[in-house]
């Protein structure tokens, strides 16, 4: 299960992000998981590193959600099981993102963090979050949709992944 907690840092354009500290070895590879905003122009865009490509589409979901509010504002009182099924990583992004935001509108819940099992080109996920509560969670009450432009998920050099894609609600 992979939490990011927001930070923030100023580079070439906009960025902020969070990363969990996930009890790493020293010199143990890859990068922590890790989330980030940046800003192309107008454009918002979300993305989500790990050691794997399960965390880094966990990731890109915290980044999705901290668009509307602070995960770490949100409690742990819910999972909502979510299964996509994809021809390849890129979709499954674009799929997963979805229906992240599906569960948010239909059953007004918020997200702290997730928890996903790759099979192939099946996703196999959990949300975990709450209800929304306008006290702990200023931000939009209602997410109806969103857009999603460019999704992408790679490994680099260095064997980490990223999954990112533009994002308009």
Partial sequence: MSLGTHGSTDTQGSTQGGTMDAGLVPGAGAAPPRWEHLTRGSARVVRGSGRSAEQALEQAAVALCALVTDPSKVEVREEVTIECDARDLDHLLADWLRAVVHNMAARRLRFRCFAVRL???????????????????????????????????????????????EVTF
């Fill in 119 to 165: 099979d192939g080109r099946r996703l196999f996920g959990s949300a975990f979050g709450e209800h929304v509560d306008r006290a702990r969670h200023p931000g939009p009450a209602d997410v109806r949709g969103v857009s999603l432009i460019g999704t992408t998920v790679r490994r680099d050099a260095e064997g980490g992944w990223t999954a990112e894609c």
